[in-house]
């Protein structure tokens, strides 16, 4: 049996949540890379896309439609 109020099940939770907001952070510099490199080629229905999903916080949209737009412009 698992106890629940055991500390280093709480210090685990913790650093899972940090894990989570860490990744998270990462994701959103990453797609905002992308959006800054992606205004190189200015095609604005792509661009809307990937803000839309940025807006969202959906990461992996976002990439998505920023890989779609580099396929579209090379």
């Given amino acids: 049996m698992i106890d629940l109020n055991?500390?280093?099940?709480?210090?685990l939770?913790?650093?899972l949540n940090q894990q989570g907001e860490v990744?998270?952070?990462?994701?959103?510099?990453?797609?905002t890379r992308h959006i800054q490199e992606a205004l190189k080629w200015v095609e604005i229905n792509d661009l809307i896309t990937i803000a839309e999903a940025l807006y969202a916080?959906?990461?992996?949209?976002?990439?998505i439609a920023?890989?779609?737009?580099?396929g579209n412009t090379q």
């Fill in 66 to 70: 920023y890989h779609n737009h580099r």
């Fill in 57 to 63: 916080e959906d990461f992996a949209n976002a990439e």
């Fill in 23 to 31: 990744g998270k952070a990462y994701r959103k510099a990453e797609a």
């Fill in 13 to 15: 939770m913790e650093s």
């Fill in 6 to 11: 055991n500390k280093n099940l709480d210090a």
